[in-house]
Structures are given as C-alpha cells and as structure tokens.
C-alpha cells in the first residue's frame, strides 16, 4: 500500500502535486485517473467530460487525464482518493467491496437480466443509491460507464448447462464472489492476473475463463478458446469517483455543472461502447469463434441465490436487491 508522502512524492513526479486545492496548483484542473489506454471508452469519455465542462464554465474549470495506469492501480487510486490525494478517477466497482457494503450488490453473478436492465439500475435510484453511500469514506460518486456483460469461453466446447462446466478450470478475477460463482456452478475457479491468461490457455493449465467481448478478443483468448456462451453473468460497472474533499471546494453551480457534464459524458461513453463489443463480436465470429445461448438461464440462476446469502447479509443490501429485482421488466 501508498503511504500519502510516497504517492505525493509520485505525482510530484509527474508534475502534478497530491491534489490540486492543496498544492497550490491551477485549482481549475481536475486530475483525473484511468488504468486504461488512450483510446479506451472509459478515457475518451472523461475527456469528453473535460470538454463539456471547460466548455459550460467558460474555461474555468477543466479535466486532464492520467491513463494507462500513470497513477496507480485502481485498488491504490481509490484509498488515494478517500484522502484527497487524487481528485477524480475511474474505478470498478469491485475494489469498493471492502470498504462500502452495497457496492456488493451490483456484483453478485446473475442480478441483471440484461444490459438494458443494468443501465437502468444505474441510470435510476438502485445506482445512485450506491453511489450515495461512499461519501461517507470520503469519496462523491458521479456515475456509472458500462464494462460489459461477462460471458463464459472455453477450449472444450459449447457450454449451454451447468454440467458442461463440470471439472473445468476456469480464470477468474481475485474476487470472492467470482469465486464462489465458479464454485456453486461445478467448476473450478483458478483467480488470474489477466495478462496470464493467453498462455494458461495454450498450456492448458485452464480451460476457459469468463469475460466481456473486447477483453475475449483483444487478448486473442478466442485463439485458444473459441467456443463462447452469451451467458451475461455478471456486469459489474465501472464508475467515475471524485475525491469529497476535491467536490466540496467547487461551489454548487459548478457541482451541478460538473454533475451535468458527467452524466452527458454516459451517453458518449456508451455509444462508444456499444460500438467496440460490436466491432469485437464480428472479428471474432470471422476468426472462427462459435457462439451459444444457454438452454435455460434459471438452471444457473439458481444456483447462486446462495451465493447472494452469503455475500449480501444486512437488510439495506438485501432491500437495494429487491429493487434492482423489481426493474427487470420495466419498459424505458
């Protein structure tokens, strides 16, 4: 872990100072963190944002970005945040499990019916209702960006029951709820840094893994394992997250600004979106890949009402379920 002196003396490097209000920086800029490339979704869109706010403020405040992971691990720039050390940033949603118990939910395997239904969870009450509780570790949600649907893959062949995972070594991230989920359906749950996975496939050393299309096709996974079920397991969100003490020091027109200029950069990110797992999909359908649906999603459904138990145990985790639930079918 970062001590605040080590981080600070880091950014110091890069020329950027702990935190702008304090160092005595241009305290119009907001530094903003993101693990991945330029050209991901996630990073275009907060430069969108960047855009639409020196836009509306007239150039007084603006968003530089540090992507590729200039700043740290998500995991690192998160309790960097709750101290004020980094203004704003993009993080999954899973590195929040410790710290902020409702952040679970939306993590748990076969909660969501659809995308659509996800987006509306995050769009409406259920999502801000999350977002709301980490201020009280210091850090305001803004709003949700999409990371996709997680689907299974594997080397064997078409994976449509719970019995076609049976004895097989799936790639999970180092998460206990992944874990767990593998676990409940049969499987054998093998936690991996991503980087790993191409070559534990072609050793053999794992026989599939779970993901979104972009991942499964930019990591060639569909190389060594080219059957892929639409089984949209699991769609943790990404959220873009700023410092409270970093929001508290904009006056409120330019918190609802900010705000505004953030839930406009959803869309954008979206349509950005939208279009790679597309453009992801196609490429691997021409490189061979062979895709299924599951014969019945109920028979892996539920299988995991333990898992929910298990993880998602106070009444407000178990009440904010019951109203991601009762979304699923609502027409937009």
């Known amino acids: 872990m970062f001590s605040r002196r080590s981080f600070a003396g880091g950014l110091g490097a890069l020329g950027i100072g702990a935190c702008s209000s304090e160092s005595g920086l241009d305290s119009r800029v907001i530094f903003s963190s993101d693990s991945h490339a330029s050209d991901y979704p996630t990073v275009m869109a907060t430069r969108e944002m960047g855009r639409l706010l020196s836009e509306r403020t007239e150039g007084r405040l603006g968003i530089k970005v540090f992507q590729g992971g200039q700043l740290g691990s998500e995991r690192d720039t998160m309790e960097i945040m709750t101290m004020g050390g980094i203004d704003m940033g ?19 395997p076969f909660l969501f019916k659809d995308v659509a239904h996800s987006r509306r969870v995050f769009d409406g009450a259920p999502g801000r209702k999350v977002l709301d509780s980490f201020e009280q570790y210091g850090i305001k949600g803004l ?5 996709g649907s997680r689907n299974f893959y594997g080397s064997r062949g078409p994976i449509k029951t719970p019995d076609d995972l049976a004895g097989m070594k799936l790639r999970v991230q180092n998460s206990d709820v992944s874990v767990a989920m593998i676990d ?9 840094y991503i980087g790993e996975v191409y070559q534990s496939l072609v050793q053999g050393v794992i026989d599939g893994g779970e993901n979104n299309w972009p991942t499964y096709f930019t990591e060639r996974h569909h190389e060594v394992a080219p059957y892929f079920t639409r089984s949209q397991h699991v769609m943790t969100p990404d959220m873009m997250v700023m410092s409270l003490h970093r929001w508290n020091s904009l006056s409120e027109d330019d918190q609802v600004i900010l705000m505004e200029c953030a839930e406009a950069s959803v869309l954008y990110m979206r349509e950005l979106w939208d279009a790679k797992v597309l453009a992801s999909q196609e490429a691997a359908l021409a490189a061979g890949v062979q895709v299924n649906d599951v014969d019945d999603i109920t028979q892996f459904s539920d299988l995991m009402r333990p898992i929910w138990d298990r993880f998602a145990t106070s009444n407000d985790q178990k009440q904010l379920i019951e109203e991601i639930e009762a979304m699923r079918d609502v027409e937009t």
């Open 90 to 108: 993009r993080i999954n949603i899973a590195p929040f499990n410790a710290i902020a118990p409702l952040s679970i939910v939306p993590v748990l």
């Open 184 to 192: 409940a359906l049969g499987a054998d749950a093998t936690p991996m």
């Open 143 to 147: 709003v949700y960006y999409d990371c």
